[in-house]
């Protein structure tokens, strides 16, 4: 499962950004963890703007921390074949909508990396993740969610208190 994880991660780092990308004051991303507030406020964004008139997917990212390779990350990804508007989307361990949170950390031994811990929630079994859109225009998407996301050993975490507002690649 942990193979399943750096995958989705491999995705949202992608698609998310560029590290020397400076970030707008309106662009935020924060949340709270089993109830501890956390902000991923550094890099923050969405994908590239949509290319046609339907949007297929929505894909937001930010960083606890200004170097992106050891930061903690928060990432939601979205994809549909409706197109994705305004309103709110909700999934629980099925695989309808298309939706996943994930919250990961990097993980070290002294100046070494040895690995990546992630929790996602969403589609995976027991879990669930719920993204309202509030706001998705030619500047970027804004909204509100909330989820119980799970790593690979069956921790949980909580989201709750979840709002993001995410520029797309092109308007930071």
């Given at each position: 499962?942990?193979?399943?994880?750096?995958?989705?991660?491999?995705?949202?780092?992608?698609?998310?950004?560029?590290?020397?990308?400076?970030?707008?004051?309106?662009?935020?991303?924060?949340?709270?963890?089993?109830?501890?507030?956390?902000?991923?406020?550094?890099?923050?964004?969405?994908?590239?703007?949509?290319?046609?008139?339907?949007?297929?997917?929505?894909?937001?990212?930010?960083?606890?921390?200004?170097?992106?390779?050891?930061?903690?990350?928060?990432?939601?990804?979205?994809?549909?074949?409706?197109?994705?508007?305004?309103?709110?989307?909700?999934?629980?361990?099925?695989?309808?909508p298309e939706l996943d949170?994930?919250?990961?950390?990097?993980?070290?031994?002294?100046?070494?990396?040895?690995?990546?811990?992630?929790?996602?929630?969403?589609?995976?079994?027991?879990?669930?993740?719920?993204?309202?859109?509030?706001?998705?225009?030619?500047?970027?998407?804004?909204?509100t969610f909330s989820g119980?996301?799970?790593?690979?050993?069956?921790?949980?975490?909580?989201?709750?208190?979840?709002?993001?507002?995410?520029?797309?690649?092109?308007?930071?």
């Amino acid at each position: 499962m942990r193979l399943h994880y750096q995958r989705k991660r491999s995705l949202l780092y992608h698609s998310c950004g560029k590290s020397d990308n400076p970030i707008t004051e309106e662009a935020f991303l924060e949340c709270k963890l089993n109830g501890e507030l956390h902000t991923f406020n550094n890099v923050t964004n969405a994908n590239d703007p949509p290319a046609e008139e339907t949007v297929h997917f929505v894909v937001i990212a930010g960083w606890e921390d200004a170097d992106i390779n050891k930061s903690p990350s928060f990432g939601i990804m979205m994809v549909s074949e409706e197109n994705i508007s305004e309103g709110t989307y909700h999934v629980a361990g099925g695989s309808s909508p298309e939706l996943d949170g994930q919250y990961c950390l990097q993980l070290y031994d002294g100046e070494n990396h040895v690995g990546t811990e992630c929790f996602m929630g969403g589609r995976s079994s027991d879990t669930y993740f719920t993204l309202n859109i509030t706001s998705i225009d030619d500047w970027g998407v804004k909204g509100t969610f909330s989820g119980l996301l799970r790593d690979a050993d069956d921790n949980y975490i909580e989201v709750t208190d979840g709002k993001f507002s995410a520029p797309y690649n092109t308007n930071l």
